[in-house]
């Protein structure tokens, strides 16, 4: 019986500065993602002040009642 050679493995080859992994980088996606949700909210919360205020406001937007409903009755984290 002949011995098995152990593999060799190939020399890790290391990406560009530009392209390594950041460990930071998941602190910054959250709190962009979490920025976005407030952003979101924040939008809804004004349309939904606009059309119980002044709802002629809604047409300016270029959007009709019925989308505004189905727009506030959306989640924060969904898109529009």
């Known amino acids: 019986m002949s011995p098995t050679p152990y593999p060799v493995s190939a020399p890790r080859e290391t990406a560009p500065p530009e392209k390594r992994e950041n ?3 998941f602190r910054y996606n959250l709190r962009d993602m ?3 949700w407030r952003d979101r909210d924040r939008f809804r919360a004004e349309l939904e002040q606009k059309l119980r205020d002044d709802p002629h406001l809604i047409d300016d937007i270029g959007m009709t009642r019925r989308q ?3 727009e506030l ?7 529009l």
Request: hydrophobic share 50%.
């Open 68 to 70: 505004v409903e189905e």
């Open 34 to 36: 979490i920025a976005k």
């Open 23 to 25: 460990p930071l980088r």
């Open 73 to 79: 009755a959306r989640p924060f984290w969904q898109v």
